[in-house]
């Protein structure tokens, strides 16, 4: 009985979820078919997506940490407070995380032989952040929500794995050409870049009045478009890494 009447309500806890959780599926789907050269271990991707919402937890704390500390600051000015909370405390929190689990999973696996296997795993993980935020947002808030976030929030975070992930496989190849420089130089760009573009979406999102929200609109479609466009190039233009014996050097081919 107590059953029964709950069921309605247990229902639809599971429509939400599955709402939820459809765009960042579908979203892996498709980055993984994209992988032409050599399609990577399903159950490892898997646990790439796992690391992904281990991220999303370590996130949270450090917004929570460094949330505190801004707000301590004292600072007045409102611009450099909501500049600040969206570039630092939010974007450099969440995407420090995302790398932080990315490369602890994935940069000394085997699996880890081509140079666009660095988007798939960086897309994994933003992905696999964006399932449980996005449980976490539906669950709380609604359908409604759902379907904004399927076309914005999910979609983003996969864009920015896209671009986190370019630099990644750069920064593994250049490693194995042991040119630590270089090496260094994109796994810097690998976070930075998606701070950045993370911190503009948040921050033109929150800036974003009735009448001017074409500026957020445009600002989102044109980060879909590159990011496809570079899926496409990346995917097309792959390359295995592999040593050179004759040479004892590390090459991409």
């Keep these: ?17 599955f709402a939820a959780i459809i765009p960042a599926v579908f979203l892996m789907v498709y980055v993984y078919k994209s992988d032409k050269l050599e399609k990577e271990n399903p159950r490892f991707l898997g646990s790439v997506a796992v690391s992904g919402i281990l991220s999303a937890l370590l996130a949270l704390v450090l917004e929570w940490l460094l949330g505190i500390i801004l707000d301590a600051v004292g600072i007045q000015s409102e611009k450099t407070y909501n500049i600040i909370l969206y570039f630092i405390v939010v974007a450099g929190s969440e995407e420090g995380s995302k790398y932080f689990f990315l490369r602890r999973k994935t940069w000394h696996s085997r699996e880890f032989n081509c140079q666009y296997d660095g988007v798939v795993y960086a897309v994994f993980v933003s992905l696999g952040f964006a399932l449980w935020e996005n449980i976490s947002y539906v669950m709380h ?4 929500v759902a379907i904004i976030r399927a076309i914005t929030a999910v979609p983003g975070h996969a864009c920015f794995g896209v671009f986190m992930g370019i630099f990644y496989g750069l920064a593994r190849g250049y490693a194995f050409m042991r040119e630590e420089g270089k090496k260094k130089l994109m796994n810097t760009l690998s976070v930075a870049l998606p701070v950045l573009l993370h911190g503009s979406y948040d921050y033109i999102a929150s800036m974003t009045e009735a009448g001017s929200s074409w500026y957020f609109v445009a600002f989102v479609a044109v980060m879909f478009i590159v990011s496809l466009i570079l899926i496409r190039n990346m995917s097309k233009n792959d390359k295995y890494f592999s040593i ?10």
Excluded: A, D, K
């Design 244 to 253: 050179n014996r004759s040479t004892v050097n590390f090459e991409i081919l």
């Design 141 to 144: 808030y609604g359908l409604s």
């Design 1 to 17: 009985m107590f059953y029964f009447m709950l069921y309605p309500f247990l229902t639809y806890s599971r429509i939400l979820i």
